[in-house]
């Protein structure tokens, strides 16, 4: 299972780290995301990291803000964004998966998901 934490209300250009605890599976063979969702919106993919820690993609509302970064001997996956904006105040999850091969977006591609962690940003 994904436990999610750290969030929380932060004023207008401040900053939060988000964390993802992982138990019960083989962490390091799992890619691990990050999405959030906004009241009234769709779900929406914020950021990935591949299972071997290498690569990270972004989408576009988080690239020079958000970073995303993993530590597998402690089975966790963080979130650092800074430079918080309003627009980013929304649910934000966590979630793996071990299929490859398919866009880091696609939501059906992972196998697990957080509960999630609330992020509101003040302005």
């Known amino acids: 299972q994904l436990q999610a934490s750290g969030g929380g209300l932060v004023q207008a250009g401040g900053s939060l780290r988000l964390s993802c605890a992982a138990s019960?599976?083989?962490?390091?063979?799992?890619?691990m995301a990050w999405f959030r969702q906004a009241p009234g919106k769709e779900r929406e993919f914020v950021a990935v990291?591949?299972?071997?820690?290498?690569?990270?993609y972004y989408a576009d509302s988080g690239k020079g803000r958000f970073s995303i970064s993993r530590d597998n001997a402690k089975n966790t996956v963080y979130l650092q964004m800074n430079s918080l904006k309003p627009e980013d105040t929304a649910v934000y999850y966590c979630?793996?998966?071990?299929?490859?091969?398919?866009?880091?977006?696609?939501?059906?591609?992972?196998?697990?998901w957080g509960q999630g962690t609330q992020v509101t940003v003040s302005s």
């Open positions: 979630a793996a998966r071990r299929r490859i091969g398919t866009a880091s977006y696609d939501q059906d591609s992972y196998d697990l």
């Open positions: 990291i591949r299972r071997s820690g290498g690569s990270t």
């Open positions: 019960g599976l083989t962490f390091s063979s799992y890619d």
